[in-house]
């Protein structure tokens, strides 16, 4: 049968010449001796007993440790209620700047698609009054100079369009902006003060 190696020194260490070498402690010199058991174990016990004698532990008051965390969790609920309220009125204040914004958009778009057909109608009216001026033309003199005069009538018309369509486009996007800027202004300060 094989043994271990292991298990021939524990065997070699428990039979060599009866010695207590599991249980001996080093001299000075770094040879064992065996221990004088009662003696040895006896100093140890008074050493802890000493020792545990000179520890103070702290004493833990749980009734403060309560209070302590009592206040810290109602402090964080007041706050808690705090910043809820005070996104819930952030919300309140958007959603109705944007009802505002909605209603706003729709009452200028609906302006400015009637600005927009009345010019289209006014160019078609133009233009039909010009072909009934072409058919009465009698030289190409005369062509050539209605048609020059129509022209320069068509491309002043639609400067003038374009000034008023831009004009009408900017007062346009400041009444659709203006609800929700203010609601961002409001915020922005809110931040501030916060």
């Known amino acids: 049968m094989v043994t271990a190696p292991y298990m021939r020194c524990t065997k070699n260490v428990a039979l060599h010449k009866k010695m207590r070498y ?72 958007t959603q109705k700047a944007m009802e505002s914004t909605l209603e706003t958009a729709k009452t200028v778009s609906s302006d400015l698609s009637l600005k927009t057909i009345s010019a289209f109608r006014d160019n078609v009216e133009a233009s039909f009054a010009h072909l009934e001026a072409l058919v009465g033309v009698k030289s190409v003199s005369e062509l050539i100079e209605l048609q020059t005069s129509f022209m320069r009538k068509r491309v002043e018309a639609g400067v003038e369009q374009a000034r008023d369509f831009q004009s009408y486009a900017s007062k346009a996007a400041e009444q659709v902006s203006a609800p929700m800027k203010s609601v961002f202004e409001k915020a922005v300060r809110e931040l501030k003060v916060a």
């Open 22 to 93: 599991m249980n001996g402690i080093r001299n000075q010199d770094g040879f064992s001796k065996p221990l004088q058991k009662g003696r040895e174990m006896a100093r140890t016990a008074e050493k802890t007993a000493e020792f545990v004698g000179n520890v103070e532990f702290p004493t833990f008051d749980t009734t403060k440790a309560t209070d302590q965390f009592r206040a810290f969790t109602e402090k964080g609920m007041e706050q808690s209620k705090e910043a809820y309220a005070r996104m819930k009125a952030g919300a309140e204040d």
